[in-house]
């Protein structure tokens, strides 16, 4: 499973932004999807998480600022971020919980990460 992340910049506190997370493979089965983030000497920490059900689970830090959302037709996630804030700067990461089919059975799961987008918020 290849995850590719898009959507990070510079933006002025206040503002707002839309990470997408694009999760590609030959067949394979998400489980639980959601974004992390690592600030510079930090350690990388959950944001937020949606299943597949579509529950989800947000960071205090970000409950009502950050909407993560996904598709699961075309494998896609989302994390609307407004009202952006200083120390929301750091990169952030997609990643996906899932299983792969090969040769006649599944297996898994599996954690995968993206390469990760900056978001930079200036004050």
């Known amino acids: 499973v290849q995850l590719v992340e898009t959507g990070g910049g510079l933006v002025q506190a206040g503002g707002s932004l839309r990470l997408s997370c694009a999760a590609s493979g030959s067949i394979f089965s998400i489980n639980i999807m959601g974004w992390y983030r690592q600030a510079p000497g930090k350690q990388r920490e959950l944001v937020a998480a949606?299943?597949?059900?579509?529950?989800?689970n947000y960071a205090d830090s970000v409950k009502g600022r950050f909407t993560i959302s996904r598709d699961n037709v075309k494998n896609m996630m989302y994390l609307q971020m407004n009202s952006l804030k200083p120390e929301d700067t750091a990169v952030y990461y997609c990643n996906v919980n899932a299983t792969y089919y090969r040769t006649g059975r599944w297996r898994g799961p599996y954690d995968y990460w993206g390469q990760g987008t900056q978001v930079t918020v200036s004050s």
């Open positions: 949606v299943t597949s059900g579509g529950s989800t």
